[in-house]
């Protein structure tokens, strides 16, 4: 366990990737790897995997959630999937505001802050994505924009249910543009995220796990973690390869055993 008392927390985001028959080895891979107490390792998986990952994953230390959920929890919204289904699922938690899902389905600072109630209400522990994208970056709004982003859920839920939730930085500039950014960067604006619930209470802010999601690959997750308030990683296409998500879990447990 760190010394802060927060865990490294190790996530792997498959986003719409994945078959029955990819996913088999990749699991296996998975619930064979060394357990650290004070680092944790869960896989998000599409919603049509989410049997098969619990069947895998049932009897082992790997939790899983799912990508997104609805805000609603029942009634008349086809296609929609609810955070109480997801619970029947095994799901321990669930991505919430996700900056695909902002920028391509058009998710509002309102609307994720009703999903992550919505979480919330069901059981599920919501991992709550924020971050810029590089035209906000590039004009100074870094701290507008996840500043409205934090509070929205902040303001609705209030600082307490932070208790039960963990928080992503997304980086939207440093997502599959070759870009990636630095360790300094990625710091910054997580001290900046814990400041500002710290702001609203102290302890809650101060046990507030924050994830880093930009890129992270085994060559840049051992000096991303090893940054003070970067408590793990949200990992994408690495996530998908067994070796290289494995390589970042070991790198979040040694930064769990420095620090």
């Not at 710091?187 to 209470?201: K, N, P, S, W």
């Not at 930009?214 to 994408?236: C, H, T, Y």
Request: proline fraction near 4%; include cysteine; glycine fraction near 12%.
């Amino acid at each position: 366990m760190a010394k802060s008392g927060r865990a490294r927390f190790i996530a792997g985001n498959w986003k719409m990737h994945g078959s029955f028959a990819a996913n088999g080895p990749l699991l296996a891979a998975l619930k064979a790897a060394p357990v650290d107490a004070g680092c944790e390792m869960a896989v998000f998986a599409p919603f049509p995997y989410l049997a098969q990952v619990q069947s895998e994953l049932a009897m082992s230390s790997v939790t899983w959630g799912a990508q997104t959920l609805s805000e609603h929890a029942f009634g008349a919204y086809t296609g929609e999937v609810s955070g109480a289904m997801l619970r029947e699922f095994g799901c321990r938690y669930v991505l919430v505001g996700h900056s695909e899902r902002r920028q391509l389905y058009g998710e509002t600072n309102d609307g994720v802050a009703r999903k992550f109630a919505a979480a919330q209400a069901a059981g599920l522990v919501p991992v709550l994505c924020v971050g810029e994208t590089l035209q906000q970056r590039e004009r100074g709004e870094t701290k507008i924009v996840v500043g409205r982003q934090l509070n929205a859920v902040l303001h609705s839920s209030g600082p307490a249910a932070m208790r039960q939730a963990v928080v992503a930085y997304e980086p939207v500039w440093a997502i599959g543009t070759g870009r990636n950014a630095t360790p300094e960067q990625a710091q910054e604006v997580h001290g900046l995220i814990r400041g500002m619930v710290a702001g609203e209470d102290g302890a809650v802010g101060a046990q507030l796990k924050i994830l880093y999601g930009g890129s992270v690959k085994p060559g840049n997750a051992r000096e991303l973690l090893s940054q003070p308030d970067v408590d793990g990683a949200l990992v994408g296409g690495a996530s998908l390869v067994a070796a290289d998500f494995l390589a970042i879990y070991e790198a979040g447990c040694q930064a769990a055993r420095a620090a």
